[in-house]
């Protein structure tokens, strides 16, 4: 188990997270890959060892003390998730496999029932092809239209293109809050207010901003947030989707199967309540309570201390960066979480991230998921760096000697 931190202590913190004790290549490791997964604490770890060593059994079915004692630790983590969101209740918070299945449960569930020839979907050029793809394949099906705020050269969007594309055909805004290629923080108060006035909905992809920051669902009067677990320190293959419940309550559900029911006949099934109606089949159980384990990890620290290390680390490596030469960073707008894309002219990102790795960093090269980003920037994709909780100054001086030598050797 970890010990509570009372301040922020960034070795204490490191000594959290056995893995940077590992290393690559023969070189310790250095982890700027947390954009696409972050590092899980012991305290996420002996959660997950003790639920299948102690406690593993179905929920929600058996009157035995087992699956008594895993019901009540998956919704106790279900009721920690919905504090961390600041959701009104425990229901509208439902587990799923990660963003990605929770954006496909709204497009699917409320697209489909809500969504006529037509209509219109707001989303935006910086994308993850998750928050495209599944609103252009229900878009196709029910004959609703597309729309896509354009951004600028830093990388923050047109809030004057979205004003024109806003109309009372708009039914959902459908955006990023920060973008896990650019680290924009978008403002994201503004679109749900304009949005609402315009009458449509608003659901945020939040994978790359619980890491990042707080995020309160009630005050910032959100229709759906959705995120991943494992990006903040919590295990794979488990998601959350918030949801309002009026809005939950009457969208249809998303598959169906077992435990989402409450009677099932041949001629006709009725659907249990919330959550469960979007909960068929047996759910990633150890996921759900390794989630919050992860959730209650990161609010022993105070959100403005774990902010501003973040800034830091953002404003040391953005500094440093720039003084390599040939480096240009894509994504410079003013409000942006700890990630940094960049490419080096004259070098591919997979030979720079393959030189990276020889030397035990851990960088993130490619498009990212999102191809139409690199399009608008006419470029193929970056390098990226992302920073967690775990990193420090001396990462970013490893990370950025290491590119050095790599852009020597490639030159
Ligand atoms: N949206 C954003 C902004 C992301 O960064 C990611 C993961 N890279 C996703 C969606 C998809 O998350 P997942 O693969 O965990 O479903």
Not at 116 to 129: C, F, K, L
């Amino acid at each position: 188990m970890n010990t509570a931190h009372t301040e922020f202590d960034i070795a204490l913190v490191r000594n959290d997270f056995p893995i940077l004790d590992t290393e690559v290549n023969g070189r310790p490791l250095i982890y700027l890959d947390n954009g696409a997964t972050a590092q899980k604490p012991q305290s996420v770890i002996d959660v997950i060892d003790r639920y299948y060593s102690e406690q593993n059994a179905n929920i929600h079915r058996g009157v035995h003390q087992l699956s008594q004692l895993a019901t009540q630790a998956y919704e106790n983590a279900r009721e920690t998730i919905q504090h961390f969101l600041g959701a009104r209740h425990s229901y509208e918070v439902l587990f799923t496999k990660g963003t990605t299945d929770g954006i496909n449960l709204v497009a699917s569930s409320w697209g489909r029932q809500n969504l006529n020839p037509g209509d219109e979907v707001i989303i935006s050029t910086m994308e993850h092809h998750s928050n495209i793809v599944p609103w252009q394949m229900i878009c196709e099906e029910k004959g609703a239209i597309l729309k896509v705020i354009p951004i600028h050269d830093s990388g923050e969007l047109d809030m004057a293109a979205f004003d024109s594309l806003l109309s009372d055909r708009t039914k959902m805004v459908a955006t990023v809050h920060v973008s896990n290629s650019l680290g924009t923080i978008n403002p994201v108060d503004e679109i749900i207010c304009k949005a609402h006035s315009a009458g449509a909905l608003v659901l945020l992809d939040g994978a790359q901003s619980v890491p990042h920051m707080r995020v309160n669902v009630t005050a910032l009067d959100v229709d759906f947030y959705t995120f991943s677990g494992h990006k903040i320190f919590g295990p794979t293959g488990v998601g959350v989707l918030y949801g309002k419940e009026d809005l939950l309550n009457a969208m249809p559900p998303y598959q169906g199967g077992g435990d989402m029911i409450e009677k099932v006949t041949f001629e006709k099934t009725t659907y249990n309540t919330l959550p469960h109606k979007f909960e068929a089949g047996t759910p990633n159980i150890v996921g759900g309570i390794g989630l919050a384990a992860a959730i209650d990890y990161v609010s022993q620290f105070d959100p403005s201390s774990l902010a501003a290390h973040e800034q830091d680390l953002l404003d040391y490596a953005t500094a440093t960066l720039s003084e390599v030469p040939g480096v240009r960073i894509i994504g410079t707008a003013e409000k942006k979480a700890s990630v940094i894309s960049f490419v080096v002219d004259g070098l591919h990102p997979f030979d720079v991230g393959t030189l990276l790795d020889q030397q035990g960093i851990a960088v993130r090269t490619g498009h990212h998921c999102t191809q139409p980003l690199m399009d608008r920037y006419g470029i193929p994709g970056t390098i990226r760096a992302s920073f967690a909780i775990y990193n420090n100054r001396s990462d970013v001086d490893v990370f950025v000697a290491a590119l050095g030598k790599a852009v020597d050797m490639l030159a």
